[in-house]
């Protein structure tokens, strides 16, 4: 069979044959100052033509658009886009050193949201609604119905609303990757109903992605595999990290709070998380399920290991081998994920009613258990926020990891006197995580907060004077003591001297 | 009718007669370190017998409690138990100045929390259990159930997990409440259902609150009043406020956003926020809801004027007059009013799914608009984050409002390089409000918030000085541009100078 047949055979919606075009010139149906809303929720299931198509498009003329996505997106299409000056505005969510260059310098204005919230946003008419929608497909059904690929992100909700849609059919997923999906569009307040979720397998859309077949003005064949995650080795501090959540998570179970299934596990991404994950192929734990947005590999070693039984997500963002066996193999998995919209994944609603074990990562976070997931040195992003906030607010157990101190001489502590910006206030924080060791905040005011946060998590190098700190602080009086005048030396003092020590 | 009558008459479940004692004894039943749950929600409905006989009985013996009420206490309970030393930890709430001046000096631990989170880290067992509940009563059915008073606040909650229980019955609250509280106790997870709401009006629950009579260890007689609110008048800034704030709302009418009838409102508690309130008496709005935490006058002239159906809340918390009329005339209340337990009327997916507008008053804000509403100068706590933060994230609108600059000479300016503490991140505020102007946020990137925010919102002594800091912090670039060495010159100092302005 060649290429070009099996595509055709994965459109079962005859019009549409009619609009196959290539990505360049598809490229050239996007408006300048168009707001678009594209498939991909962490590289996974994005526009790996069109966009990138208009990447091109714009190294030669002057356009740009506003881009909204589920997540951030693979290959180099957020670089691409900021490189040739291609971007207004993005949303709601990025992880690309380029494009980061370029907000950072205030060259694409970047809006960090919850991820849980862009469609409410885009539904409530704060954000201006989406002129074009491009979604990848894994096929097209009779109805000119999509089922999508490896993400849903926001896509069900772009396809519903944008008046004209591009659909980049993928073939290099598997069609019988349909059957996964559950997708659904929220009703607009106040008609809205409950989201009948009450356990992570419950199922409440369809398969595909319902629109106007009307509305669809291209059709793009493709056969490009998602980029694939790079993930590390645990290394020492990370495999620290794992241990004390694990033993924290057995002292649970001895206490009679928790079972050894737990409760549905959220890791956010990246080594921190996916090696607390892993952690859980050797301990006693069983019957373990998750409710979370990004599946990585460590949710399929646990399901092939049998210690995990159900995952729900909004993406699998997994490295080139664990894409491969799922891709050959999702048959068998079937029955054992759900993808959904990330209004559903993240909705506040379902993640206090599952009750979920939430872990995600901090970039630093201060005494009294305030976290920055964002910003480095108080004024350049990172990524953003994603989905922590989502999780940390409303999950039955709020963790943060991080490590102690990182770079060559422990030259940045993670663990400040106060942090440069607040993503995630102690409000939401339950238990904080370092390779030194865990604290358990809760029911703790902010200075047993501090207590304890310092005896455990700080690195060596850094006790002292956080301790210095918080007692000159108390001597101030206060709730929450802080000293305004010193509460960001450790971070002027890394600037200036390229280290937060003092000698 | 002798008031003793007029009591007996109120318990209609005969067991608990031979159990009446005075306030006194009843006050010796509570344990040294005993964990206390007890009613009352920003002054209504609070214990106002037992509670200030054991801080009574503090000034004589060394004992000493943690206390969890729903919110705030009248009368001068919350002081008196401070003044006694007979708190050890106090938890969710307070709003009373001599138990601040112990929170801030460390020797009340206090645990300051999102209101609707209580009852989940009671359940989840993040926090110790509650030995005793101490509820006040309007009576006592022939079950032996509790008609709660003017709030319900955590009460139905208390009452069935505590192991002993004592009951104040109070007649000063009429008969006739009964039906206007809709009691329920959420089920642990993960075997929680959806919160069944989906209009304002929606009952879920009963009238009374279950409980084991055979924990009920004492009843107490009372005949005492809620401690009455005291509402100053609007002044020139809360009504320049409120107009900028009714002008935006015609505005989304006009833009097709919203109808004259908006969505449930809730409002923070205080002078602005009334204010705010009142301005819909004379202005196109119509058929108007609320579904918020503490239901005030305004409530009451909305509701009288014609111009609001419902309301909902967990108190009614009202001035001495208002609550006079209100209790001699509440059967022509009860179709239009409903009380509910704080983790429901604060409930993440109701807030959500109904699409409230939320307006809460902020201490300060910042350029970016971050809110900070609880901390004075970094350190000292004012009152708690209450039900702002359920609100704020949740709310199809999230609005704080203030005054751009307050004191002798406008040395407070309100609107700050950085938040001294933050309570609400840029990622939950849309609209920013101070007599000076509006500030429309949703959809800006932090540079466009600044601009929009020092434009539209800084009282005019402190404009300049804004801008340059904006500027400066630009040159050095971020998504999010500041100088961490001068982010809280303001603070600093108007701690050096008394004001925060230069000269």
Redesign the interface.
Known sequence: MTKEDSHLERIKFNPYKDKIISAAEAALLIPDQAVVGASGFTKAGDSKSVLPAFAERAAKENVAITLITGASLGQTTDADLANNNALI?RMPFQADSILRKS????KV??????LS?TI??LQ?????QVDIAIIEATYIDQNGYIIPTTSIGNSAYFATVAPKIIIEVNNAIPISICGIHDNCVPL???R?????I??VKDKIGESFIRLNPENVIAVVLSNIEDTPAQLSEPDEKTIAISKHLLHFFEQEVK?G?LTYSL??LQAGIGKVANAVLTGFLHGPFENLTMYSEVLQDSTFELIDSGKMTFASGSSITVTQECYSRLLQNIDQYKDKLILRPQNISN???VI????IIAINTAIEFDIYG?VNST?I?????MNG?GGS?DFA??A??SIFVTQAASKNNNAISHVLPMV????H?E?DV?ILVTDQGLADL????P??RAEVIINNCVHPDYKEELKDYFER??K???????L??E??KF??RF?ETGTMKTK
């Open positions: 505005k907000i950072n310098e205030g204005k970047y809006v960090d949201q919850h919230e409410e946003q409530e008419g704060h954000i201006p607009e307040q106040p809205r109903a409950a989201i009948p009450h356990n206490k709070k409760l549905p909705a506040p609603e206090r009613r599952l009750g305030n910003h040195g108080g004024n350049k992003m926020i906030g607010r409303n039955y157990l440069s910006h607040v993503d206030t409000h339950d809760r029911g703790l005011s200075r047993e602080a108390k101030q009086g206060g709730h929450t003591p802080h305004l005048e509460a960001f971070h002027i600037k």
